[in-house]
C-alpha cells in the first residue's frame, strides 16, 4: 500500500546525499510468531540532520504502516519531520497525518519555518479536517496546519498520493530556507525540546499496544526506546 511513498521518500533522501544506516541489532526488522505481519526499519544519515529513522510495516490486509521522524541538527531551531500513514485494508480506513512538528507553539517560530506548510493545509482541505486527537495533544508538537485525515479509499489513493510528494517538497523546501537563516533558538535549547519530544511521544504514541500484539513486549519496548524515541527513558 505505501510502497510507492516509501519509495518517494528514500529517493529524496539519496538526492540529498543520505546514507542508510543499520539500525540497532534486532531492530531492523521483525516477523510475528503468526507470520502474518512483519516490520522492517531503517536509518538514515542525512547532511543537516542528526537523526533520521523509517519504519514500514506490513500486516496484509489488517494493517499497512509507513512512519518516520526527521530530526535537524542542533544548530537549527527548524520542526522535526513527522510522517504517520496507516491504512486498515479489511475497514478501508485510512489514518494519515503529516506535519512539520513544531518546537515551539508561537506566532514568531511559525511565521519562520510554516510558510510552505500553511499552503499545502490550505491546497488539501480534505486532509486538513480538524480531527480530533485521542491520545496526542494537539498544541504540543503538532502544528495547526498539519495535515490529518481519518478518511477511507477515496482520500487513500486521489489526494493523498498528491499532498504527499508536496509534502516532500515542502519539508526540503522550508530546510534548505531554514539552514540559510540564522536559527533563533540556542543549539543546547533545541537539544532538550527535541528529548522533550521523545519522552513526550514514547508515553502516548498509541502503536505500543498494536506492537505488543504483534511482536511481543520484550520486543516492542526495545523498539519504543530503543529505536522510536531513543532519548525517552
Ligand atoms: C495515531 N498512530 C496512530 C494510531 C496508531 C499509530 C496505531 C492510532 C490509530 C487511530 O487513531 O485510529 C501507529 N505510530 C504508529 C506506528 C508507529 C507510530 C505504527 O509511531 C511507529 C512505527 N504519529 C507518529 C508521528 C506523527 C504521529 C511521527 O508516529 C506525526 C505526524 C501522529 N498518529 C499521529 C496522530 C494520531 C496517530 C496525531 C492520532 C492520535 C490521537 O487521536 O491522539
Wanted: aromatic content about 14%; proline content about 6%.
Amino acid at each position: 500500500m505505501f510502497d510507492s511513498f516509501l519509495g518517494q521518500l528514500n529517493a529524496g533522501l539519496e538526492a540529498r546525499g543520505g546514507i542508510k544506516m543499520p539500525p540497532p541489532e534486532g531492530l531492523d526488522s521483525c516477523r510475528s510468531q503468526k507470520g502474518s505481519s512483519e516490520i522492517f526499519s531503517w536509518l538514515w544519515q542525512v547532511p543537516g540532520f542528526r537523526r533520521w529513522r523509517v519504519s514500514r510495516m506490513d500486516a496484509g490486509e489488517s494493517l499497512q504502516v509507513l512512519n518516520s521522524v526527521a530530526y535537524p541538527d542542533l544548530d537549527n531551531d527548524q520542526p522535526l519531520m513527522g510522517i504517520d500513514l496507516l491504512w486498515f485494508g479489511g475497514r478501508q480506513k485510512l489514518v494519515a497525518v503529516l506535519d512539520f512538528q513544531p518546537l515551539k507553539q508561537d506566532p514568531e517560530y511559525f511565521d519562520r519555518h510554516f510558510l510552505e506548510l500553511r499552503r499545502l493545509h490550505e491546497k488539501f482541505p480534505e486532509l486538513s479536517g480538524e480531527e480530533t486527537m485521542r491520545s496526542f495533544d494537539p498544541n504540543q508538537y503538532f502544528s495547526p496546519y498539519l495535515l490529518f485525515c481519518r478518511g477511507g479509499a477515496d482520500e487513500a489513493s486521489s489526494s493523498l498520493p498528491v499532498a504527499f510528494q508536496a509534502f516532500l517538497e515542502s519539508y526540503w523546501q522550508m530546510t534548505e530556507r531554514s539552514q540559510a537563516e540564522t536559527s533563533l533558538i540556542a543549539p543546547d535549547e533545541v537539544g532538550k525540546l527535541q528529548i522533550a519530544y521523545d519522552q513526550y511521544s514514547a508515553e502516548r504514541d498509541p502503536a505500543h499496544g498494536l506492537f505488543t500484539s504483534h511482536f511481543g513486549k520484550s520486543w516492542s519496548d526495545r523498539f519504543l526506546h530503543e529505536f522510536l524515541f531513543p532519548a525517552s527513558i
